[in-house]
T-cell receptor, first 117, second 112 residues
């Protein structure tokens, strides 16, 4: 079965450093997402991306965050200057259709655990 | 009031029991209702998806949506130790905010 692949599985960084989290969505999917889950808390939406632009973002996704699809297969999340509170599990997801239309089946990757020290 | 509320559990049941998991929500714009299963250190995996009100059955799993009460349920029949996981409800609308809004998850432990 096709799957969403995320690398690295763990990332440790110093506060103030830039990090890039990488994802390879399922190949025929058109919608891409980043969610995060702080330990013990709920899964939170960060951003959705379609047709090479952000289609929706949450209040968490401020100017420190950016997303990019640099080629036909990768989807990245960049945090420019990490803060302690950015420590979380970051999940990439992809879907063939938007959650607001048709069958909103999102496939999630296994996540990148980001630890900011 | 939180947008989606879910009892965090943990819920411990013997193998073979019927499990009932529930969420309530406040946003009447939600139209799509989903249940995800999440194993430790893994991403959420979609179990069931329902549009608007009604029931949906898939094997041992039944999802129910009551939009008038803003209440959704997931029933697991003949529960197995392999069902031990955290179950997340998630919802989305067709207008405005269309991203998934998750509940906090209910941790289920099925004892052999």
């Amino acid at each position: 079965e096709p799957e969403v692949t995320q690398t690295p599985s763990h990332q440790v960084t110093q506060m103030g450093q830039e990090v890039i989290l990488r994802c390879v969505p399922i190949s025929n999917h058109l919608y891409f997402y980043w969610y995060r889950q702080i330990l013990g808390q709920k899964v939170e939406f960060l951003v959705s991306f379609y047709n090479n632009e952000i289609s929706e973002k949450s209040e968490i996704f401020d100017d420190q965050f950016s997303v990019e699809r640099p080629d036909g297969s990768n989807f990245t999340l960049k945090i420019r200057s990490t803060k302690l509170e950015d420590s979380a599990m970051y999940f990439c997801a992809s879907s063939a259709s938007s959650p607001g239309q048709g069958r909103p089946k999102l496939f999630f990757g296994s996540g990148t655990q980001l630890s900011v020290l | 009031q939180k947008e989606v509320e879910q009892d965090p559990g943990p819920l411990s049941v013997p193998e073979g029991a019927i499990v009932s998991l529930n969420c309530t929500y406040s946003n009447s714009a939600f139209q799509y209702f989903m249940w995800y299963r999440q194993y430790s250190r893994k991403g959420p995996e979609l179990l069931m998806y329902t549009y608007s009100s009604g029931n949906k059955e898939d094997g041992r799993f039944t999802a129910q949506v009551d939009k008038s009460s803003k209440y959704i349920s997931l029933f697991i029949r003949d529960s197995q130790p392999s069902d031990s996981a955290t179950y997340l409800c998630a919802m989305s609308g067709t207008t405005g905010r269309r991203a998934l809004t998750f509940g906090s998850g209910t941790r289920l432990q099925v004892q052999p």
